[in-house]
T-cell receptor, first 112, second 114 residues
Framework: AQTVTQSQPEMSVQEAETVTLSCTYD???????LFWYKQPPSRQMILVIR??????QNATENRFSVNFQKAAKSFSLKISDSQLGDTAMYFC?????????FGTGTRLQVFP | ETGVTQTPRHLVMGMTNKKSLKCEQH?????MYWYKQSAKKPLELMFV???????ENNSVPSRFSPECPNSSHLFLHLHTLQPEDSALYLC?????????????FGPGTRLTVL
């Protein structure tokens, strides 16, 4: 079965600093997608960034970037210049056909 | 209208009650989902509807009954729930194109079963 593991239940970072959230996954698929979702305290889950497995180039969205290591099945999220609004739960997910498999999440707290 | 809406946002019910959760998507998507989110657990996929046909039921107890009358609306009918069913229930929708399936989530319904 496909699994996604987030080994950091909680992380904290000071405003303007950089933080990296870890994610590993297991899949037998050759072509798949990986996602990071953010769930702020208001609960609406929103997509932060996506990565296509067949693309070697790491995805970047403004202050958010990923380190995708396909052989190691690792997909970490780096947040640069952290802002107070980045405080949220972050979920890593892998796509298996029409299903998303989620990790347990990492709670990120950004301190002023 | 925001992309995916859910009502109610909060619901408290007794074990003998019958209630329904509603989800509506305004994105023109062809698939809709129900997830259960419990503390310290991964999101659990409950039901998947694609083109209004149910294609996935992850062994969810029959006290949860989904309904998808059209591509924009999804319901979750609840009856004789247990306290362990208390959780955040999230609805999502997506436009499935080939192998790509980016899901858009609603704000969720916080359910408490007494």
């Amino acid at each position: 079965a496909q699994t996604v593991t987030q080994s950091q239940p909680e992380m904290s970072v000071q405003e303007a600093e950089t933080v990296t959230l870890s994610c590993t996954y297991d899949t037998s698929e050759n072509n798949y997608y990986l996602f990071w979702y953010k769930q702020p305290p208001s609960r609406q889950m929103i997509l932060v960034i996506r990565q296509e497995a067949y693309k070697q180039q790491n995805a970047t969205e403004n202050r958010f970037s990923v380190n995708f290591q396909k052989a190691a099945k690792s997909f970490s999220l780096k947040i640069s210049d952290s802002q107070l609004g980045d405080t949220a739960m972050y979920f890593c997910a892998s796509q298996n056909t029409d299903k998303l498999i989620f990790g347990t999440g990492t709670r990120l707290q950004v301190f002023p | 209208e925001t992309g995916v809406t859910q009502t109610p946002r909060h619901l408290v019910m007794g074990m003998t009650n019958k209630k329904s959760l509603k989800c509506e998507q305004h994105l023109g998507h062809n698939a809709m989902y129900w997830y259960k989110q419990s503390a310290k657990k991964p999101l659990e996929l409950m039901f998947v509807y694609s083109l209004e046909e149910r294609v996935e039921n992850n062994s969810v107890p029959s006290r949860f009954s989904p309904e998808c009358p059209n591509s924009s609306h999804l319901f979750l009918h609840l009856h004789t729930l247990q306290p362990e069913d208390s959780a955040l229930y999230l609805c999502a929708s997506s436009q499935i194109i080939g192998s790509y399936n980016e899901q858009f989530f609603g704000p969720g319904t916080r359910l408490t079963v007494l």
